[in-house]
């Protein structure tokens, strides 16, 4: 069962890397971690529940997939990192 998700294994690991980046993000900025925690768990939820019902279908398209979901990880990975040492940067000034 799990070799059909085999495709998929590098955006599901640095997928969920992304994911705790961004929650981090956001306690950092001041969101409610309660709410934020709730949201993630929701988003997580409809991805497995896409992810499950869609893969059949996707597997044509796993290198588009792959190219597409590495690429969005990848500037939203650089978006954080800018953003931090925005923030590094603000605080080491004032």
């Given amino acids: 069962m799990l070799e059909q998700y085999m495709p998929f294994l590098g955006l599901i690991i640095f997928g969920n890397i992304e994911n705790l980046i961004l929650s981090s993000q956001g306690v950092v900025n001041g ?10 768990i929701l988003v997580v939820i409809v991805w ?7 893969t059949d279908v996707a597997m044509q398209y796993a290198n588009y997939i ?6 969005a990880i ?6 954080s990192v800018v953003g931090a040492v925005k923030n590094i940067r ?3 000034s004032a």
Avoid: E, R, W, Y
């Fill in 74 to 79: 990848f500037i939203l990975g650089i978006q």
């Fill in 48 to 54: 497995l529940f896409i992810g499950t019902v869609a």
């Fill in 90 to 92: 603000s605080k080491g």
């Fill in 66 to 71: 792959n190219f597409i979901g590495g690429l």
């Fill in 31 to 40: 969101v409610d971690p309660k709410i934020l925690g709730g949201l993630s």
